[in-house]
């Protein structure tokens, strides 16, 4: 029986080339952009599940009055919650990328510069189930390292790195580490990793900090690492987080923090959407993406579905010869469920291979390569066999139904019954899909140009970053200073400002307990951001002073700590009570002494739009992190040249690097591109899917009605009279469809434009635009099988029998 069916199937399909070349490719089309989708939410939903204790370890999260939640905290926590609570198995501190800095290999010139370095616990590989290569990976001695097979090959070549010692050049001096272990590679599903972690202990070692005292491992002051918690098995957390929680209130000033323990497994998407824990991804987009893979499927299913409703006439001797036979109506939807699951396993291995060759593509879609490990999972060949079955039973019961009652005594008067409201609410239902995309894609795209073209209230333009040397040497301050002159001399240098962190990138730090001089109850709750800088870096921005002055050279030349002056924004003097940005001139605050604010600065966006303006004190310092130049664009490639010259000149050794800051100050915006591309190509996909289904039914339409148009035409109907007859029923389809897509679209890009603290709005252009480009596509998509009817020769059909 069903080798029958498969026979039937075949030929059905051979015959009607048209309809079954539609079919396959709308599939297709819906199932590569299906499995895409599905690959990609696999894989954000899969992070850090490869560790073998992801069920027993926990982040500490300490949520402040305000609800702020905080994940970098001191790390002398780690010791004293070990000690004082048994059901913790371990604690592990993780200072990430910290380290950052010049790697040079003894004995050779090499010398490499490497930004992905952190700082852990000495037993980190035990609770972690980071692939070991080689090696231990024993952290638990000063100066030790772990590095990845990558930089194993880079620093020491084919020569087995372990035993081997690298030195380090960072913020906290020059040392030497010996490799303990080596990883076979951080994997792609992991929030946590780096190129080369180091022993957090090393650090216990005040002469290992080169003065950094907020870098003790031990120390309760300066928040800057995260805190793991391994708890023994059968603990209840939640009795155990409050423990923790009671604890800590018992110490003056902490009343109102509560400590959380949040699960490894939802570090990276949080609980739920509203969970309001810092996560890494973004729970809402992978629910968007879920949501959109499976409407596009739906889009090209009901294509299929639309099709063989529409090739029912095309068959109705075969269904007339069949039901005379004796055929029950579940024989003849079996031959059409097979029909279905024979299309869809097709179209399924073709996007599967599509997919494959496909890979770099969709991999610069997501910002992240595909994980084909996703199709071997049980849960993927599940879902895919319940989508084929459940379309095969929905095809076999669909087609069934439009074939209406059938009594073989009256098999001359068959005539199957009409389903265009069904169809037509199935084109509809695409459609609604389409200009949704659509819109939504236009609406990302307004709110990423607004955040990309807003004034910032500073200048990026021309500026080239030069970031500052990890191994001076000796007599480090006349080597900036002449560094600073050489550039400065130079025709293109129009301006050069220092600090030690960027707009776009970072601040230094974050601190608390700055209050007035006479503290309020709610300062204890209020953070600031730090910012260290030279007396150059506002006006090399442009920065706008709008009271007081900006620092001096002495000023820089001695140091906050011994200037003892700092530089507000608009938002802290608000934060700290002062009535106006003049009024705070002159005035001291507290941060520990005294300080005297010498300056006001208008608030401007130092981070993305995607960030309210925070809270902001500036420092004074000879900073040397990153040099920012002023250049003339001329001849960038020789201005380049010359600037590494000076560099390598002054700083042999250290390897040069350069970035453009506007360049880097966009790139914050990469995951609203991201998703602005994937809607981009979602809609082209979801536009293409429906007017293959359109062109498929304008076909048949034309077809079913070939007689009527010859008719028509003999007796003096003009083209454009015929067109009419054809397109108008599509066209008021589409106009429904936009009917119910556009209210739909606004209420979920105004819930998307939640996020953002700036909004750009949602204009009616957008809405306007998406339905007027899905109109003008579907008439191109109708007309031409209306045109190819209407210029035909109407003897032809007319006399066709």
């Known amino acids: 029986m069903w080798k ?51 069920d027993r370890l926990y982040r500490l999260v300490v949520v402040e009055g305000n609800g702020e939640a905080e994940i970098f905290l001191p790390p002398g926590y780690a010791t004293i919650l070990q000690d004082q609570f048994v059901d913790l198995e371990s604690v592990d501190r993780l200072a990430g990328f910290i380290g950052g800095g010049l790697v040079a290999i003894p004995g050779t010139d090499l010398a490499f510069k490497e930004n992905e370095v952190s700082y852990v616990e000495g037993r980190f590989f035990e609770d972690f189930s980071f692939p070991i290569l080689r090696g231990t990976a024993d952290l638990k ?35 030497d580490f010996t490799v303990t272990g080596v990883l076979e590679g951080i994997p792609d599903r992991s929030d946590i990793g780096s190129n080369i972690f180091l022993s ?88 968007v993406f879920t949501v959109m893979a499976f409407l596009i499927l739906g889009i090209a299913y009901v294509n299929y579905l639309n099709l063989s409703s529409a090739s029912i006439l095309t068959r109705i001797k075969e269904i007339k010869m069949r039901k005379v036979l004796g055929a029950k109506s579940w024989q003849l ?103 949704g995309i659509i819109v939504c894609t236009l609406v990302i795209r307004d709110q990423l140009s607004f955040m990309q073209n807003q004034n910032l209230g500073m200048n990026l333009d021309q500026k080239i970053i030069v970031e500052g040397p990890n191994d001076v040497g000796e007599n480090k301050v006349n080597k900036m200073a002449n560094f600073k002159q050489s550039l400065l001399s130079q025709s293109f240098v129009k301006g050069l400002g220092a600090s030690n962190a960027l707009p776009g990138v970072s601040y230094n730090f974050s601190a608390g307990g700055i209050t007035p001089l006479v503290p309020r109850p709610e300062d204890k709750d209020k953070s600031y951001a730090m910012m260290i800088m030279d007396d150059q870096f506002i006006p090399t921005y442009e920065i706008e002073l709008v009271a007081g002055r900006n620092f001096t050279k002495t000023d820089a030349e001695q140091g906050w700590g011994a200037a003892k002056k700092l530089i507000l924004n608009e938002s802290s003097v608000r934060e700290l009570g002062f009535e106006s940005p003049a009024d705070a001139i002159g005035k001291n605050i507290l941060w520990g002494d005294p300080y005297e604010v010498v300056g006001v600065v208008k608030d401007y966006h130092h981070l993305s739009l995607r960030e309210k303006i925070s809270s902001m004190i500036f420092l004074p310092s000879q900073a040397d992190g990153y040099f920012s130049l002023v250049v003339n664009p001329d001849q960038m490639a020789s201005n380049l040249a010359s600037i590494q010259g000076i560099y390598e000149e002054i700083f042999p050794g250290n390897p040069f690097t350069y970035f453009f800051m506007d360049e880097k100050f966009a790139s914050q915006y990469q995951s609203e591109q991201q998703l602005s591309k994937a809607f981009t190509i979602a809609g082209i996909l979801a536009i293409l899917i429906s007017c293959l289904g359109l062109f498929g039914l304008a076909a048949y339409t034309v077809q079913q ?57 949602l204009s009616v252009l957008s809405f306007l635009a998406a339905g007027g480009l899905t109109l003008l596509i579907a008439i191109i998509t109708v007309g031409s099988q209306a045109l190819k009817a209407a210029w035909s020769n109407p003897v032809d059909s007319i006399k066709d029998e």
């Open 4 to 54: 029958n069916y498969l026979k039937i199937a075949f030929r059905s399909l051979r015959k009607r080339r048209l309809f079954s070349f539609v079919n396959v490719v709308g599939l297709v089309f819906g199932l590569v952009t299906f499995l895409a989708l599905f690959a990609f939410v696999a894989t954000e939903w899969t992070y850090n599940d490869f560790h073998s204790n992801k």
């Open 333 to 435: 939807a079996e031959q059409f469920m097979v029909e279905t699951i024979l299309l869809m396993g097709v179209s399924t291995g073709i996007g599967l291979v599509f997919l494959y060759l496909g890979q770099n593509f969709a991999a610069s879609v997501f910002g992240k390569g595909i994980w084909f490990g996703a199709f071997q999972t049980p849960v993927f060949w599940l879902l895919i066999l319940g989508l084929i079955g459940i379309c095969a039973l929905v095809s076999g019961l669909y087609v069934v139904a439009l074939s209406g009652k059938f009594d073989h005594k009256s098999q001359i008067k068959f005539k199957a019954p009409e389903s265009e409201l069904l169809k037509k609410g199935l084109v509809v239902f695409q459609f609604v899909i389409s200009i």
């Open 141 to 175: 001695t000063s100066q030790t390292a772990v590095i990845t097979e990558e930089m194993a090959s880079k620093f020491f070549g084919e020569e087995d790195a372990l035993g081997k010692s690298f030195t380090l050049s960072n913020q906290f001096g020059k040392l």
């Open 200 to 287: 957090i202990h090393t650090l216990e070692n005040p002469d290992n900090r080169s003065g950094n005292g907020w870098a003790d491992p031990n120390g309760l002051e300066s928040g800057f690492v995260n805190l793991f918690a391994l708890i023994k098995k059968d603990v209840e957390v939640e009795s155990l987080s409050q423990q923790i929680t009671d604890f800590i209130r018992k110490n003056p000033g902490s009343e109102d923090l509560s400590v959380i323990l949040q699960p490894l497994s939802e570090i990276h998407l949080g609980a739920s959407i509203s969970d309001p824990l810092p996560s890494y991804g973004n729970l809402s987009t992978i629910l």
């Open 705 to 761: 009605r070939s007689k009527e148009i010859g008719i028509r035409k003999v007796l003096g109907a003009s083209s454009v009279s015929l067109l009419s007859l054809v397109s108008k029923d599509f066209i008021i389809i589409v106009g429904i469809a936009m009917v119910f897509a556009f209210p739909i679209a606004w209420y979920a890009m105004q819930s998307w434009q939640e996020e953002f603290p700036y909004k750009a709005g």
